[in-house]
């Protein structure tokens, strides 16, 4: 079974400074992928970026990087210089390619605000 | 880009009557898509799996006939909660995969609350 674990219910950060949201998962799949959602207050999902397990360079959106340390089974999402607009739910997730259909797993989430 | 599309965006009903709620790939066809729900700060939560052409697949513990599941074709998958009751009042939201490991693409979800 897989499992996503987000250990950060809340996270507070001044706006500009960067930030780090936990991801630590868990899987018997040797081929996964993981991926970082925004959810704001409207419930819709926004994904932000994706990586794959062989990907050997760390995954980067703009102002979102992907923290990829397989050994340890972590997948933090960092975010460089935050904008009040950042203020949202962050889910980390997982697929995996055994079992077929590859459905996605969310970890607990956790809330970040952005403080002017 | 691929867009799901899914509604309605928030319903009302009554305890007793079913609801439906659709969830289309707009430019994409989804032999698979994905039903979740969410309650208020809590996570998603994996309902099933829909399939085109087959039955879908429940996760433990969702009764498959209080929420009903076709997938008409290849672009359209239907959530009916029947019988609704306060308890069923979430966050319903519907994903599909293009593809691959290529991101999930979800609907805009629908609020459900049952008086």
Known sequence: ?116 | GAVVSQHPSWVICKSGTSVKIECRSLDFQATTMFWYRQFPKQSLMLMATSNEGSKATYEQGVEKDKFLINHASLTLSTLTVTSAHPEDSSFYICSAPEGGFSPLHFGNGTRLTVT
């Open chain 1, 1 to 116: 079974a897989q499992k996503i674990t987000q250990t950060q219910p809340g996270m507070f950060v001044q706006e500009k400074e960067a930030v780090t949201l936990d991801c630590t998962y868990d899987t018997s799949d040797q081929s996964y992928g993981l991926f970082w959602y925004k959810q704001p207050s409207s419930g819709e999902m926004i994904f932000l970026i994706y990586q794959g397990s062989y990907d050997e360079q760390n995954a980067t959106e703009g102002r979102y990087s992907l923290n990829f340390q397989k050994a340890r089974k972590s997948a933090n999402l960092v975010i460089s210089a935050s904008q009040l607009g950042d203020s949202a739910m962050y889910f980390c997730a997982m697929r995996g390619s055994i079992q077929g259909a590859q459905k996605l797993v969310f970890g607990q989430g956790t809330r970040l605000t952005i403080n002017p």
